[in-house]
């Protein structure tokens, strides 16, 4: 056995007892995590994920049900369609809506978003006339790949599930 051999048994066997490190590509980030830190198993620290406006760039699957109490018209809202982030501040959005049964398709809506580093943010989308600004708040799941929503608007009890139609491959 060669001495250039030994030594890299000596090293696995020492970072194996010692912990791993691991490459996660959701946060493209390398990490070394002790075997006591992960009770046995190496296991990356999500305690630490940060979030930032590329996190959610590309398109999503969204739907939004609930209703509208007041300010406007009042009745059921359901909503399905795309949401698109641009990965620094822009964000668009293309959906058929029923509005108390009232259809309007292919509504198409834009507007800004920001990405706290704790992973909530908010959207600011403009709707068409006469409908104004349309303001809510999220939380990012699964590294960026859903998305879950509530509208703030005053009389607005409307809730949103998105999910990103493409993977990212990098």
């Not at 049964?101 to 403009?126: A, E, H, K, M, W």
């Amino acid at each position: 056995m060669t001495r250039k051999y030994k030594a890299g048994i000596v090293f696995t066997i020492a970072l194996g007892v010692a912990g791993a490190l691991i490459f996660h590509s959701g946060r493209n980030a390398l990490q070394f995590v002790s075997s006591v830190q992960a009770g046995g198993v190496a296991r990356p620290d999500f305690s630490i994920a940060t979030c930032t406006s590329e996190t959610l760039e590309g398109s999503y699957a969204i739907t939004t049900t609930g209703s509208i109490v007041s300010l406007g018209p009042v009745g059921l809202v359901a909503e399905v369609g795309v949401i698109k982030f641009d990965g620094d501040v822009g964000v668009e959005q293309t959906t058929t809506v029923s509005l108390n049964g009232t259809i309007i398709p292919n509504r198409t809506s834009q507007g800004t978003y920001v990405v706290n580093p704790d992973c909530t943010g908010t959207i600011t989308l403009t709707l068409p006339p006469p409908a104004g600004a349309s303001n809510l708040r999220f939380v990012i799941l699964d590294h960026g790949d859903e998305l879950r929503i509530i509208n703030t608007g005053t009389g607005r009890v409307l809730v949103s599930d998105a999910k990103r139609q493409h993977i990212r491959r990098w």
